[in-house]
């Protein structure tokens, strides 16, 4: 081991070098010392086969919580940096493309390393939390029941915390996420940047975090808190142990599914899986149970040996989707590949729920629900990254109920099934939540505007301390499906959270809202709409085709109409002027392109009596 | 191989003294050094086309650019007198050479009447002097008028004048006055042509980043109308979408075009269309020189497209079967107020029109954007304003 206790603690970096270095030294700085210094050497742990040598209280665990676009990936590495993990200037815990893009995390995971400290050897976690609001929420939630993750705050510059969870007082913060009793350090922008603060915030997490309070010697208890799926060995989940220790071949079972595994492979994280033989209370890493579906690893699940008995952690959280849409492939063909595409990323991600649509102009897809915008978003472009698929997003539809005067009742999803003969319905039902808001007064107004608007019933309204309201409304589902619980969090700037429960379904005056062009109905532009909504939605969409129906040989009249009855129009002015003004020599060879060009694209188009209907303006009805 | 059908030549002269910030044709301004390594470069041409070609009889000329009265008059002399060995001119050949007004002196003219040029046109574009500036032309409207009247003073019977519309910031009413001062000045020929944003040219730029406003389009057909009916006022014949001529002075050499007649181009960018086949040569006036300046010619008889190949500048080939050439033959000539001859075309093909294009004919008529009448097809005043809407549909 080159690491020799006998030397104490590494002197400070300004000792080394006479000043405190800045933010551009850092890099540099890393370099020299982590080669010439001989108390970090690289790789320390991969050289460790064991983690037996650290007990509960030379364990801490940690995690760093911040905005999104704080730095805290960027953090997280210098840490791994300095105590040696990795080289300098990787920037590792971020691994996917879209995450690498958008600057965001999308996985958490944790990552091991070994802190020096008064000559003792610490085995530090960090586990990385996604820096998107649902997300973390629930990751700091889940860790609630172990009372031993240290947080670590990150402030920006000029200490206009944009930190979504800090407010004035941090104590508000802790009593909202019921973490009275964890510890919090924060990290101020000066320490940040001087790479002496990185081994100094190091030791504050040592002093501050209380270290696991399980023991090794009861019956195992372990939480899974993240899983991934990888191509040749399965489900990768990582877990933390509570009490007891798991290794290689220790049978165990999960608390919610009942599933048994016998264990593969036990290990530390460390960028990549680094194995040893067993894993120790208060210790965090991965197991492989040989699990080949994802959807078997939930997030909050407690594992414990097969057999014994086993109080299970509580915080198992089933995710709910909050956001919907239906993924069409651009065209049936694709069909297969999309697919496959999809069954392929939803092992991945087992936080999205699939169910089986159709539409009369797309034919067959899916009604997939996310957690957030942002996670529709990430998830979408990864679909299109990763698997070269290409997707309509559409908005998506709910299914609706229809009561005919005989007794018999329907549930249709599509417009194309709305009852013709109207006489014979005794009247339409949609379907309903029951929506729990929990929101900050300051927010009361803007929320309950919101719930107004979106065609919602107040329940209730219960103060729960001086400045905590509780909300519950009933809401119509089609008003939710789209962006509901991201309109409460953009209002409120995250401090609402939003949760929801079906609740049957009530009457509601549905109607079919059509397209009409130049006369004629277009099927696939039909929709069925709350009969409040019609106008509005009408207007709205005779606007986008007006943009983007191109001027042709004729006016083009475009329509809504409810029956018979026209609810919004626009028009498109015949095209007066088309012809190339100059064809002489030169100009001929690139007219003809042109013209070739403009025949295919007239290819391309739907006819709809005598109106040419781009793919581009039928989508900008339809599309997200 | 000897060309029997007497074919059009056209003469690239790609030098600018400034650049017109809508222009995407193959000029340069600030490459006057070239010249005269340029103006050997095309005598080289002209004479390797020449041998190739077998000494074809040549029965139009038009020296275009850029902006060929930039050129010094005595290249222009030496150019013709390349092109009088190389090749079999005509002897009533109409030659044109485009000029721009503010290159007019006495002697320049008299030197282009000597070596035989016959026909002049005069970009002019607006007798409007702040439209002028906006396009960044290098003459105001009196230079025009002067320069038009010397042009007519030294000689030349045979004059066009072009002119632009849909230009931003004209209304209606400056274009009114154009139209007025042009039909005063009663030139032989006029050619109007609506502005194009061609892309990568700094007008397009500044109309994208709303430095300039998008010029209107409806405002354009209507521009484009009122010159239909102001013109009737002259003895012009609107023959071409963009040409009125008086009479006996329509342009034989742009009706070669527009008949899908052989023409053949010399000097960087220029295209040609002989036999089957319609190429280009390379743009850059550099590489050009540096071509031609490494050849030798080489054997004649082979097929047409080998032949081409062996002219070291040409750049780009196509090959065009008789499916294309028949539907190109279409789209060109409609543009004609003769229209397309059914007579001319089953000549030439066989089978009139009718025969291989009965349904889209009939779509026309309906769409009342083309008539049929005993001798020819021709576009209907709609038709002539959506041109492009009938060309595209002969393509199958």
Redesign the interface.
């Known amino acids: 081991m080159m690491c020799d206790p006998r030397l104490g603690c590494p002197p400070p970096v300004e000792r080394l070098y006479g000043y405190v270095p800045n933010a551009s030294d850092v890099s540099y700085l890393t370099t020299v010392s982590l080669r010439r210094h001989p108390f970090y050497p690289k790789g320390l742990l991969h050289r460790t086969t064991s983690s037996r040598g650290f007990p509960e209280e030379r364990v801490r665990n940690f995690s760093i919580v911040a905005h999104v676009d704080h730095g805290k990936s960027t953090l997280a590495d210098r840490l791994l940096e300095t105590t040696g993990v990795i080289e300098e200037g990787r920037q590792v815990l971020d691994h996917l493309p879209v995450e690498r893009e958008r600057g965001i995390t999308v996985k958490a995971q944790s990552a091991s390393m070994v802190h020096l400290h008064r000559g003792h050897r610490y085995l530090l976690n960090l586990i990385d939390t996604p820096g998107h609001v649902t997300s973390a929420t629930k990751c700091l939630a889940l860790w609630q029941p172990l009372r031993e993750l240290c947080y670590w705050w990150m402030l920006n510059r000029v200490f206009k915390l944009k930190l979504w969870l800090i407010s004035c007082s941090p104590l508000r913060q802790t009593s909202q996420l019921f973490l009275s009793s964890t510890r919090l350090i924060f990290l101020s922008p000066t320490l940040r940047e001087s790479m002496s603060s990185y081994t100094t915030s190091l030791d504050s997490v040592l002093k501050r975090a209380y270290s696991p309070s399980g023991s090794r010697d009861k019956p195992l208890c372990v939480l899974l808190f993240d899983s991934w799926y990888d191509h040749y060995r399965g489900v990768v989940c990582v877990v933390a142990v509570k009490d007891g220790s798991i290794g290689v071949g220790d049978e165990v079972s999960s608390y919610h599914t009942g599933l048994s595994y016998e264990v593969a492979e036990v290990g530390l994280l460390q960028t990549k899986r680094v194995p040893i033989p067993r894993l120790y209370s208060g210790q965090v890493g991965y197991v492989l149970l040989g699990m080949r579906n994802s959807t078997e690893a939930h997030v909050g699940d407690t594992f414990y040996h097969t057999g014994s008995k086993v109080t299970p952690l509580p915080g198992f959280i089933a995710a709910k989707p909050m956001v919907f849409a239906g993924f069409y492939p651009m065209d049936q063909s694709e069909y297969p590949v999309l697919r496959t595409a999809l069954e392929k990323l939803t092992l991945n991600d087992s936080s999205v729920s699939v169910f089986q649509d159709s539409s009369v102009a797309l034919g067959q897809g899916w009604r997939l629900g996310f957690l957030g915008l942002l996670h529709m978003d990430v998830f979408r472009q990864r679909l299109e990254e990763e698997f070269d698929a290409s997707i309509l997003v559409t908005t998506p539809s709910v299914p609706y109920k229809v009561v005919f005067r005989d007794g018999s009742e329907q549930t249709f999803l599509n417009p194309a099934q709305f009852p013709e003969e109207v006489y014979t319905v005794e009247e339409f039902r949609e379907p309903v939540v029951l929506g729990t808001l929990v929101t900050p007064d300051e927010h009361l107004g803007k929320l309950l505007s919101l719930c107004q608007d979106r065609r919602g019933v107040q329940q209730e309204l219960v103060y729960m301390d001086q400045s905590k309201v509780l909300l519950k409304y009933t809401l119509p589902l089609s008003e939710v499906v789209i962006d509901f619980n991201d309109q409460v969090k953009s209002l409120s700037s995250g401090y609402a959270s939003f949760d929801y429960e079906e609740h049957g379904y009530e009457p509601a005056p549905l109607v079919k809202l059509d397209v009409m062009l130049n006369g004629r109905v277009v099927d696939a532009l039909a929709s069925v709409v709350h009969r409040d909504k019609a106008y509005s939605t009408g207007k709205t969409i005779c606007g986008k085709l007006k943009d983007n129906i191109h001027r042709q040989?004729f006016e083009v009249a475009i329509q809504a109409a409810i029956g018979k009855r026209i609810i919004a129009r626009e028009t498109v002015?015949a095209?007066?002027?088309?012809?190339?003004?100059?064809?002489?020599?030169?100009d001929?060879?690139r007219k003809?392109k042109?013209?070739?060009k403009?025949?295919e694209g007239?290819k391309k188009m739907k006819q709809i009596g005598n109106v040419e209907l781009s793919k581009d303006a039928f989508l900008s009805v339809i599309q997200r | 191989m000897s060309s029997a059908e007497p074919i059009s030549l056209?003469v690239h002269i790609p030098f600018c003294e400034t650049k017109c910030p809508y222009c995407d044709?193959?000029t340069y301004a600030a490459i006057e050094p070239l010249m005269p390594t340029y103006v050997a470069a095309l005598k080289s041409e002209i004479a390797l086309w020449g041998s190739l070609l077998d000494g074809p009889e040549v029965h139009t000329v038009f020296f275009g650019g850029g902006t060929p009265s930039y050129l010094p008059s005595e290249d222009i002399r030496h150019t013709m007198k390349a092109i009088t060995t190389a090749f079999n001119l005509a002897p009533c050949a109409e030659v044109t050479l485009e000029a721009n007004p503010g290159d007019f002196t006495a002697d320049k003219l008299a030197a282009y009447l000597d070596c035989g040029i016959n026909r002049l046109s005069i970009g002019i574009q607006s007798f409007d002097d702040d439209l002028l500036q906006t396009l960044g032309r290098r003459h105001n409207a009196a230079d025009a008028v002067h320069a038009y009247r010397q042009a007519a003073d030294a000689g030349f019977e045979n004059i066009s004048i072009d002119l632009m519309y849909g230009l931003p910031y004209q209304n209606i009413q400056q274009w009114q006055s154009t139209l007025a001062q042009a039909l005063e000045l009663a030139p032989p020929h006029i050619s109007m042509?609506?502005l194009?944003l061609e892309g990568g040219t700094p007008m397009e730029r500044w109309v994208d980043q709303g430095s300039m406003p998008t010029p209107d389009?409806?405002l354009?057909?209507d521009m484009?109308l009122m010159a239909q009916d102001e013109m009737r006022h002259g003895r012009y014949r609107h023959y071409e979408?963009?040409n009125w001529a008086q009479p006996g002075r329509r342009s034989q050499h742009?009706l070669t075009?527009?008949r899908n007649d052989p023409?053949l181009?010399v000097g960087p960018?220029?295209?040609?269309?002989l036999g089957d086949c319609?190429f280009?040569a390379i743009k850059s006036p550099r590489e050009y020189i540096r071509r031609m300046q490494s050849v030798s010619p080489d054997s004649c008889g082979e097929p047409m497209r080998a032949m081409i190949s062996s002219v070291p500048v040409v750049d780009e080939i196509?090959q065009i079967d008789t499916p294309l050439e028949m539907a190109?033959t279409m789209?060109?000539g409609l543009?004609l107020d003769e229209g397309i001859g059914i007579a001319g075309f089953k000549e030439r093909f066989g089978e009139p029109p009718s025969h291989f294009y009965a349904d889209t004919l009939d779509e026309l008529e309906r769409?009342e954007l083309l008539h049929t009448q005993e001798d020819a097809l021709r576009l209907t005043h709609r038709g002539?304003?959506?041109?492009?809407?009938v060309?595209?549909?002969f393509?199958n």
Do not use: P
């Open positions: 040989l002015k095209l007066r002027k088309n012809v190339t003004a100059k064809c002489y020599g030169g001929i060879t003809m042109l013209l070739r403009q025949k007239k | 056209y044709f193959n042509y609506c194009t389009a409806d354009a057909a484009y979408i963009s742009n075009y527009w023409y181009g960018g220029a295209h040609s269309y319609r280009s196509e190109e789209m060109m543009r769409l002539r304003m959506l041109g492009n809407e060309f595209s549909r393509f």
